[in-house]
């Protein structure tokens, strides 16, 4: 199986699968919260797990908030944030269009409540631009939240730069750095975040793990009470999984640099034997500063879903978009805001590399593609049969 499609979710890297099974085969079920042995020894686990984190990040121990996906991170950071600090005199949100399908559907909720939610659009290659971001921080803005890296094109965005913007204007700022961890620099000393969110299994750790930091002075509002992570996440904490995230930050943090040049290498090779091969070949975002690992590649005349079944009967794993919204018909909402056509956001794959990816492994993919994207255009161009 060739595997390039690490932004849905990155292979378990050998190190934390180890850890989880000696962990496991260990016991590992205690209740961080219980005073007997077994509670103080997970609660011990818990807090040395929570302060190698914040050092990857650059932040206190306390800052940092175990949650179960950057799906809840982005809805605590949004929603949690939002209702501690909105009044009638400060009701506006600020984001964009691009933002991943669970941050977007955050915004909704708050604007179902009556947030005055502003949405952003990016300009043609992705790229959503500051001045339009500045032109919106209003004085009756509450909160404002850019993703770091879009996880479709993995075009970054100007979070540093509007992060801050917000901060002088005392306007909280979120960002959503699912797809950039493991990919760039990622602390809180590039960008100055009050929120920001992280998920374990985009950078090989466990699924069900994620991260939520929360700068001191910063109130949250739980959505689900309890008394653990501070009193902003109730829930028993899955210290196994946790203990994991924080090695897999470790191992991604350390390897980042290494691992930036040799993905962008293999990526812009890529791209470049695709446009040599292929005609009507077409890199979305292909021209603004992006993530090095991402290839979002438009295939004119061509239907990204047939063709991607044809990829895996070949044993090449791809997407069409956001992993959460495969399967459906609808085309992707980040190409779409992007200024093309439901026909071209359909004929778009999304190919996202990692550490395993090799030499070998590109010219097998490009091998793949000259066979099939010829095949599929014929089939797509193809006249249905008023019989059929």
Known sequence: MIYWDYNAAAPLRPEVSELLAHTYSQGGFGNASSVHAAGREARAQLDVARARVARVLGCEPKEVCFT????????????????????????????????????????????????????????????????????????DTALCSLMWANNETGVLQPVAELARACRQRGILFHTDAVQAAGKVPLTLREVDADLLSLSAHKFGGPQGAAVLVVRKGVDLRALVPGHQEGGRRGGTQNVPAVEALALALELAATEQRECAEQQGALRDLFERELRTCLPGVIVNGGGAPRVPNTSNVRFEGVEAETLLMALDLEGICASSGAACSSGTLTPSHVLLAMG?????????????????????????????????????????????????
């Open 68 to 139: 179960a996906s950057g799906s809840e991170s982005n809805a605590l950071a949004l929603r949690g944030a939002f209702a501690a600090r909105a009044n009638p005199e400060r009701r506006r949100v600020v984001s964009s269009t691009i933002e991943h399908p669970a941050t977007l559907a955050a915004l909704a909720q708050l604007e179902r409540e009556g947030a005055e939610v502003i949405r952003v659009a990016p300009r043609a290659d992705g790229h959503v631009p500051l001045e339009a971001l500045l032109e919106a921080l209003t004085p």
């Open 340 to 388: 093309l056509s439901p026909t071209q956001a359909r004929a778009s794959v999304r190919f996202s590399v990692g550490p395993g990816t090799t030499r070998q492994e590109v010219e097998h993919v490009v091998r793949a593609l000259r066979t099939h994207v010829p095949r599929v255009r014929a089939v797509t161009e193809a006249p249905v049969s008023r019989s059929a």
